[in-house]
């Protein structure tokens, strides 16, 4: 009881932000360069993290008044300027640094081999780590704006240095394009506080959208940063080149956590400041994120690198969620069927986040280790029959690839599933025409089945080694959580639904 | 609740901890995998032999008996309409569909143990099979749309896992990837029915006292409202989760995938894509019928949904049916028999009734899949030959096979009196009844009467092929008979059926009343009669045709024309190029999609990478004439008055020379900077 206790009272977020920043300058001192010795040490920081989240889940409850948001710290900081260090959780928080807590040191134990430099490579990655936590949980813009930013840098340097023949220009493209976005975004907020006076996310929910504060050229700043985080068509032409010259652990986290940042900002951020500039945008909006979703299917079927097909999947994956968003910002009667319209749609956007996050890493990471098998190829029609000698292989990027194509049974269908229910309700057109992404997702998925795997082995390949018992340790509980979310999805609805009905109401208002 | 009802769920589950089980079993334990998948189907179906007979107990006097059990899956937002629930449910409609999936399937469960006896995967086979009859049976207790839908994609991941199961082929690879890809596309129609109806129901529950989306109310309220282009609201959604039914029951267009799906091993054909997942198709019509009979009160005619399930129905027997008559492969035939026996299913419901639909659905499954293992037995027992033209006079070589075979095939053509006979007739009756005033009325009933014809044909082709003559395979092996474990299965069947034919039985008027709960259409007498005269003559005109094209003039060798190409070379060709419909697809959906792929991805490539560059272009530009702006507008100044300090500085400091001017030009550029950023601060303020 007497730990529990403490824990009860410790600034937990804070502990969990700042501990890998000290990991990654301890990371980057360390006296030895052995790459494997580094990366345990990283592993270790990094999986420890998922205590503090792991207390906070247990502690988490289910229904706090008001859906409020729960292990607040609240500190003033520059108060002339209205700034505090204001972090604190709800479901949708949670939900986010669990992910970043799952996939960051899957990421750690993905980057195998010996990258040049280890001490630094893993030191980054810790440190975006810990921006990743930073940006999850800070309620405040002045620091959750460092964070963000936080992100961007080490993402930078890992994509530059350790990245594939291209990566340099990747590396700036990535860094311009969201570099833009962030600086519209600043100009935004700014602007934002000159007409508000407040920086702090939840007041300028409840309040600035009332007083005319929040006006269209605001919100169109603050959109773009988040589109092209996310990203929204037609601010992803970045995003192939990158994921694909990016190592691939660094993939992992740029698919699995930090393209859920611009999700995130959506659901936090836009949405309820901007209810109204939303609205008035709304059918632009929907149809980028109908054309998002269609034409980034269609783009994945055209690709055969690998990992510029997983990319393009990326994106349509998170249009559902931005065609959710959109679809739930819509204005309705108060009656409380549209309200569940509502709450299925942003609970799948929720759901689908998180979903999404674990089983693109997972697929990420199985890419990585056919690179690592193959010297760096991977086409999909340069292999073949590669069933007959890794079946366990086969077998767990199967069940990867059908948890990211939809299948119920498995995380992926909820989410899709909770999201086209809401917007159908909501705008059935939109729904309708999204569906071809649901199809066309499909048959580049099972290309990637029937292309790598299947058929006659390919000879080169006769060579191709089997998942180790490693690898599977590594992939383990991503698969594990695939089956469990997909059976069992109200583990995490649970902790969102509070959140889900707060944003609803706030939306009603 | 009764007792059975409350283990319906343990039907699906077990079979499930089966393949669970199976897939974590070290790959070489055949016993186990044995063991668990056919104990588990057993039991299954011990407790659906169980259901039904509490189905039975159940059934009163007036209307269907029904018990359900629906819990909460998730829930998503406040109050009740944020709750969704799932349940299982048994009536008639689960009884009698359970007791057929368990009981064929646990038969094809046997006969695989011969049949996949040499495969080094025979382990990971009966896994698979066991997932497939978990979802099926998954799909037949589900008391919600969800629910079914659920176990629905199961079947056809499981489907996809057994048509690919020799996934070294390629056909194989490229025809598990077809069939799923070509059930999916019906299944989005289903997914945007699905959520439709939720959103007009607030309940994807079947039945649930009154408040489920098939009861009275919500029927009512879907039937008020129309939706763009008057048509009512409920016609939308039967039509949307028709196109689901489509998919799965490879009816016209999507049947495409059915055939290919015989590249798949024998019994997965008999079980899956013969028996059991393809009738899923006509299960879901049945058990959405509600939906579909909805008309608005007051309209004139039926119901649309149905009527254009009787049209989708009818063209596809006719179609499949032409096409069954001019292939070679013994598997393929019996593939468009299938996809032409699901239009007769499609075609019974549509005019007559769930009854009278799924009781062809219950016997097609019996006889089917005995036709399919007969076959499977005959490949195995000529050395994995398919095509019947290498193949002749095996009847002697293996009787068991042939016997069987037979009874399953005369109960497919529909010999008077045997079950098939029965089932095939009420169809044919519902589709004359009341249709009589016109002639497009009457022509669902005409393409069925035509397609009974074709189905004689074929099949009597088949078999005066395979079984009669001389053997035609080579002199290399003999055909032999399979072992007891493949002929068992065999026996079983077609002891079934004789055992259904038997008239005292007569499970057509047990079957209806049981299933529409006492609700007997009449039908005169008198269209009975014509119906039934001219299904025999169907039967014989077909049969004699085959007799005499085949059987009389004998098949001389393996590559010797047949008879029908010898006289219509042309129609013969576009039959047994299946009319061609792949290549048409390839030609235009197929080509299509890869277009727009391109497409999509040129876009990407020139458009929106273009707009980047002309933006970073246009960014650079700028940046330089900011640059020149600093150097020659802005620095100038500087640089003139650094010179004269510099110039004063040199004398002073001449040991550093060259030193000072580096920091006095920063220090020059900060100050610039300062003054700029606090005149730009000034006048915003």
């Avoid at chain 1, 000879?459 to 069992?488: C, D, H, I, N, S």
């Avoid at chain 2, 393996?558 to 576009?574: G, K, V």
Wanted: proline share 4%; glycine share 10%.
């Amino acid at each position: 009881m007497g730990v529990f206790g403490l824990m009860n009272d410790a600034p937990l977020i804070s502990i969990l932000t700042f501990f890998p920043l000290v990991g990654a300058l301890i990371v980057g001192l360390l006296r030895s360069n052995d790459a494997a010795r580094v990366r345990a040490m990283a592993f270790a920081v990094s999986l420890v993290t998922l205590f503090p989240i792991a207390f906070m889940w247990l502690n988490f409850e289910t229904y706090p008044a008001g859906g409020g948001l729960q292990f607040v710290e609240r500190h003033d900081w520059i108060p002339s300027l209205g700034v505090e260090y204001f972090v604190g959780i709800d479901g949708l928080g949670l939900l986010m640094i669990l992910l970043t807590g799952i996939v960051a040191p899957m990421a750690i134990q993905a980057s195998s081999g010996s990258p040049k430099n280890p001490r630094l490579y893993f030191a980054l990655i810790l440190f975006l780590q810990a921006g990743l936590y930073g940006a999850f949980t800070a309620l405040n813009f002045f620091h959750w704006f460092l964070f963000w930013e936080l992100v961007l840098i080490p993402s930078y340097f890992l994509i530059r240095n350790w990245g594939g023949p291209r990566c340099r220009a990747a590396a700036l493209q990535f860094f311009i394009f969201t570099m833009v976005g962030s600086i519209a975004m600043l100009v935004g907020f700014v602007a934002l506080y000159q007409n508000a006076a407040s920086f702090d996310f939840m007041e300028l929910a409840e309040g600035a959208r009332n007083n005319g504060a929040a006006t269209m050229a605001i919100f169109v700043c603050v959109l773009l940063g988040f589109a092209v985080k996310v990203p929204l068509i037609p601010f992803h032409s970045w995003l192939p080149a990158t994921y694909s010259e990016a190592p691939t652990p660094v993939t992992m986290l740029l698919t699995g956590v930090m393209s859920k940042m611009g999700v995130y900002g959506f659901v936090r951020i836009l949405l309820p400041i901007f209810p109204a500039q939303v609205e008035a945008a709304l059918g632009v909006l929907t149809a980028l994120a109908v054309l998002t979703i269609v034409l980034s299917a269609l783009a994945a079927l055209a690709q055969t690198d690998l990992k510029r097909m997983l990319a393009y999947s990326s994106v349509n994956h998170l249009g559902y969620c931005m065609l959710a968003v959109f679809a739930a910002s819509q204005y309705t009667s108060v009656d409380p069927q549209w309200a569940a319209e509502k709450s299925a749609a942003l609970s799948g956007v929720i759901i689908q986040m998180f979903n999404h996050g674990v089983t693109a890493a997972a697929i990420f990471c199985f890419i990585g280790f056919i690179e690592q098998r193959s010297g760096g190829l991977r086409g999909v029609d340069d292999f073949g029959g590669l069933r007959k000698i890794a079946p366990v292989f086969c077998g767990l990027m199967g069940i990867s690839l059908f948890a990211s194509l939809g299948l119920p049974g498995l995380s992926g269908f909820v989410g899709e599933f909770l999201i086209f229910k809401g917007v159908f309700a909501l705008n059935s057109w939109a729904a309708a025409l999204a569906t071809p992404g649901l199809l066309v997702t499909a048959v580049f998925l099972l290309k990637i089945l029937q292309r790598v795997f299947s058929g006659p082995l390919n000879e080169k390949w006769a060579g191709f080694a089997e998942l180790t018992t490693r690898e599977q340790m590594l992939v383990a509980p991503a698969v594990a959580l695939m089956f469990v979310l997909g059976v069992y999805p109200q583990l995490f609805l649970n902790l969102t639904n509070s959140t889900v009905v707060r944003i609803v109401n706030q939306l009603a208002n | 609740m009764s007792e059975a009802t409350q283990t319906l769920w343990l039907i699906p589950t077990l079979p499930l901890l089966a393949a669970g089980a199976l897939a974590l079993t070290p790959r070489d334990n055949r016993t186990a995998a044995k063991a668990l998948s056919i104990g588990s189907m057993a039991l299954a179906l011990l407790l659906s032999i169980r259901g039904l007979l509490e189905s039975l107990r159940l059934q009163g006097d007036h209307g269907v008996a029904r018990e359900f059990f629906n819990f909460v899956w998730l829930s998503f937002g406040a109050g009740e309409a944020g709750v969704l629930k799932l349940g299982v449910v048994l009536d008639p409609l689960t009884a009698v569909m359970l007791v057929m999936v368990t009981f064929v399937g646990l038969l094809i469960f046997i006969f695989s143990v011969g049949y996949m006896e040499h495969d080094a995967n025979f382990k990971q086979f009966f896994c698979f099979l066991s997932l497939f009859a978990a979802a099926m049976l998954g799909l037949i207790v589900s008391n919600s749309l969800l629910l079914l839908f659920i176990c629905w994609e199961l079947v056809g991941v499981a489907s996809y896992l057994l048509i690919g199961f020799w996934f070294h082929n390629p056909e194989a690879a490229a025809a598990a990837k077809k069939a799923f890809i070509t059930t999916r596309i019906g299944d989005m129609g289903f997914l945007l029915g699905m959520v439709w109806l939720y959103a007009e129901t607030g309940t994807l529950l079947f039945y649930d006292g009154g408040a489920g989306c098939l009861e009275q109310g919500a029927i009512a309220a879907m039937v008020a409202k129309t939706a763009a282009g008057g048509i009512a609201v409920s016609t939308c959604i039967a039509l949307l989760i028709f196109c689901g039914a489509v998919g799965k029951s490879g009816q016209l267009p999507l049947h495409v995938w059915l055939p290919d799906a015989m590249e798949g091993p024998t019994p997965v054909s008999a079980l899956i894509h013969a028996a059991t997942m393809v009738a899923a198709g006509v299960f879901l019509v049945a058990r959405m019928f509600p939906v579909f009979e909805a008309v608005p009160p007051g309209a004139e005619g039926g119901a649309t949904a149905l009527t254009i399930v009787t049209w989708v129905g009818a063209t596809t027997a006719v179609f499949a049916a032409l096409i069954a008559v001019a292939q070679n492969d013994i598997k393929r035939i019996l593939a468009y028999s299938t996809v032409s026996q699901l239009g007769y299913m499609m075609l019974g419901i549509g005019v007559g009734g769930v009854a009278v639909g799924m009781f062809h659905l219950i016997m097609h499954a019996f006889f089917k899949a005995l036709l399919f293992l007969g076959a499977g037995s005959v490949i195995h027992g000529c050395h994995e030959e398919q095509d019947i033209r290498k193949m002749g006079g095996i009847k002697d070589h293996m009787p068991w096979t042939f016997y069987t075979y037979a009874i399953g095939m005369l109960c497919l053509t529909g010999l008077p009196f045997l079950v098939g006979f029965v089932s095939k007739d009420e169809i044919l009756v519902s589709a004359l009844h009341g249709n009589t005033d016109s002639l497009v009325s009457l022509l669902p009933f005409l393409m069925g009467l035509f397609g009974a014809v074709l189905t004689s044909f074929y099949m009597f082709r088949q078999v005066f092929y395979a079984f009669y003559g001389e053997y035609r395979g080579g002199d290399e092996h003999t055909p032999h008979e399979s072992p007891k474990v493949m002929v068992a299965p065999l026996v079983g069947l077609a002891a079934a059926l004789v055992f259904f034919s038997l008239p005292k039985l007569n499970p057509w008027g047990w079957f209806s009343g049981f299933l529409e709960g006492g609700h007997h259409h009449e039908i005169p007498t008198g269209h009975v009669a014509v119906v039934i005269f001219l299904s025999v003559v169907a039967f014989l005109v077909g049969a004699s045709l085959a007799y005499r094209l085949y059987f009389r003039r004998g098949i001389r060798s393996a590559d010797a024309p047949d008879a029908l190409q010898e006289r219509f070379p042309e129609a013969f060709e576009t039959l047994a190029g299946r009319f061609h419909v792949d290549e048409l697809y390839e030609a235009s959906v197929i080509k299509a999609n890869a277009w727009l792929a391109k497409m999509a991805d040129l876009l990407d490539r020139k458009v929106w990478n273009g707009i980047t560059q002309f933006v970073t272009q246009v960014a650079v530009m700028f940046a330089w004439f900011a640059r020149l702006f600093d150097e020659y507008v802005i620095n100038l100044g500087f640089d003139f008055g650094c010179r004269r300090v510099n110039d004063g500085g040199r004398f002073a400091t001449k040991p550093q020379s060259g030193q000072i001017q580096s920091y006095l030009r920063v220090i020059g550029i900060s100050l610039a900077v300062g003054v700029l950023l606090l005149t730009w601060g000034c006048s915003g303020s």
